[in-house]
């Protein structure tokens, strides 16, 4: 069974980082394109960064471009998101995915974690 879980968010004062962690079970995780998603409160679930299987290309969204980084750990089965000059409107439950199928990026699976929770706040 596919399975995410996502930890290491937190509150913290605009400006400041943190780096988020996602492990994956129940598939090949070294084969596939894996992504990070938020969802804010009233909002729709967005993407904001993908990671080729191996790592040699990422995307990101501009609202987060220059600011996020995602990497891998094969290894580990673990990917992550560096987070970086958070903003308020960063404010969301962050969620981890692969890609639905091998090949290029074709949306998330059907599958979500928990989600963690990021608050920027004062």
């Known amino acids: 069974q596919v399975r995410f879980v996502e930890s290491g968010g937190d509150l913290v004062q605009p400006g400041g980082s943190l780096i988020l962690s996602c492990t994956a079970s129940?598939?090949?995780?070294?084969?596939?394109?894996m992504a990070w998603f938020r969802q804010a409160p009233g909002k729709q679930r967005e993407l904001v960064a993908t990671?080729?299987?191996?790592?040699?290309?990422?995307y990101y969204p501009d609202s987060v471009k220059g600011r996020f980084t995602i990497s891998r750990v094969d290894a580990n089965n673990t990917v992550f998101l560096h987070m970086n000059n958070l903003k308020f409107d960063d404010t969301a439950v962050y969620y981890c995915n692969k890609n639905r199928q091998l090949g290029s990026w074709q949306g998330p699976d059907d599958f979500w974690g928990q989600g963690t929770q990021v608050t920027v706040s004062s």
């Open positions: 129940g598939f090949y995780f070294n084969i596939y394109h």
């Open positions: 990671i080729t299987r191996r790592g040699s290309t990422n």
